[in-house]
């Protein structure tokens, strides 16, 4: 009987030893590793943006140097149009055909998710980001027609990140399809979310030069 009571402390003593163990360990929120964090469905709408106003800039060379000038207004039939002779269709400027799609800690800018869509069928996308347990913003970024861009660590280092881009000798893109980029800022809550509108810029641009030579 002696011996048994003696088995019974001993299963005792290890178990409250155990439970001490856990209860004094301390987890702190950012040692938390991303795949640990809380999912949450998100529905994302893309649309992408039919033009962006003109910028016009008014440069006067004189025989002392430069004078700049941003006073000039965009006027009513500037268009933003491509350079090639035969144009893409509307439809393929506004084609999504593949997608990465990339979260990022907006206060730490530590990586936390990234997925790839390698086709697309239309312009709504569900995923499943990170909820982060100190409450801050996320940046998700969608990158269109770039192809897989993996894992980048860091937020900073996706601001430096140079996409290939090849055009034909018409200048337009060799696969007829543009690079568009938009990003969401905001909280992943924990109820999910739906119908988030993000818009998405094309990463070409036109650039037309005008000169005059007069007194």
Not at 40 to 50: K, P, Q, S, Y
Not at 150 to 164: F, P, R, V
Request: glycine share 8%.
């Amino acid at each position: 009987m002696r011996r048994t009571n003696e088995t019974i402390w001993l299963l005792v003593w290890l178990l409250l030893t155990v439970t001490g163990g856990c209860t004094e360990t301390e987890v702190e929120e950012y040692d938390i590793p991303p795949h640990a964090l809380k999912e949450v469905e998100a529905g994302f709408n893309l649309n992408v943006l039919a033009s962006r106003t003109p910028v016009t800039r008014s440069i006067t060379f004189t025989p002392d140097g430069t004078i700049e000038s941003d006073t000039l207004a965009a006027g009513v039939a500037d268009t933003i149009q491509t350079r090639a002779a035969t144009a893409l269709t509307t439809g393929q400027e506004k084609l999504i055909a593949s997608l990465w799609v990339g979260q990022y800690n907006a206060t730490t800018g530590k990586h936390l998710f990234n997925q790839y869509f390698e086709s697309m069928t239309g312009t709504t996308v569900n995923l499943k980001l990170k909820q982060i347990p100190d409450d801050s913003n996320s940046h998700v970024y969608f990158i269109s027609n770039a192809g897989d861009l993996g894992e980048i660590a860091d937020e900073a280092t996706l601001k430096t990140h140079t996409l290939t881009y090849i055009s034909t000798e018409e200048g337009l893109p060799n696969d007829n399809l543009c690079r568009m980029v938009g990003m969401w800022d905001g909280k992943v809550v924990a109820g999910g979310m739906k119908d988030i509108e993000v818009e998405l810029t094309r990463l070409l641009a036109k650039i037309t030069f005008t000169y005059s030579m007069g007194g």
